[in-house]
């Protein structure tokens, strides 16, 4: 039997096409990038940080440390909710520190907003005035006459002429 020689393998990739494809990635790429900056303008409309704005450009004054504000801003709340202070003094209406209104609720309970209107009879002036709100109107005038039985006499309605009929 004839001895078989064996070759050792030959190289499966080339050094210098790999070379080639890799330049020709990055041309790619650059040129890609090119195209998009041409495409879309990336320049900002507003000063960069740091850099100076000339006084001719007309815009807004933006805040330098919004972050400080914010906090400073913050404090500023939590100082006027912890303390003691007239919102309206000739109406009666005082700002009370968040923990002491907590404790009120707790204690208290919530007032009962569903009260009766402040001029029971003022309101519904409003929805007799207009001919197709007839039914709430008449709603509203039955609240008001129960939660206020004696302040006004209950109305009577005229009952329309009773039809004559001919034999």
């Known amino acids: 039997m004839a001895k078989v020689v064996r ?3 030959t190289r499966d990739v080339w050094p210098g096409a790999l070379v080639l494809i890799g ?3 990055l041309v790619f790429l650059a040129l890609a990038a ?3 900056r041409l495409i879309f303008d990336t320049a900002p409309f507003w000063p960069l940080a740091g850099t100076q704005m000339n006084g001719t450009a007309a815009g807004p004054t933006l805040q330098h440390f919004p972050g400080a504000d914010l ?3 913050r404090q500023q709340e939590d100082r006027e909710l912890g303390m003691l202070a007239w919102v309206d003094r000739n109406g009666g209406i005082a700002r009370i ?9 707790a204690a208290q309970g ?4 569903a009260g009766t209107p402040a001029a029971a009879g003022e309101d519904c002036a409003l929805l007799e005035g ?3 709100r007839a039914p709430q109107a008449d709603i509203c005038r039955a609240r008001a006459d129960a939660a206020q039985p004696n302040a006004r006499a209950p109305q009577q309605r005229q009952a329309a002429p009773a039809m004559e009929t001919r034999p």
């Open 7 to 9: 070759h050792p393998e």
């Open 23 to 25: 330049l020709g990635l």
């Open 34 to 36: 090119l195209g998009l």
């Open 71 to 73: 906090a400073a801003f």
């Open 97 to 105: 520190p968040i923990d002491d209104a907590m404790k009120l609720v």
């Open 110 to 113: 919530l007032p009962d907003w």
């Open 130 to 132: 207009e001919v197709p």
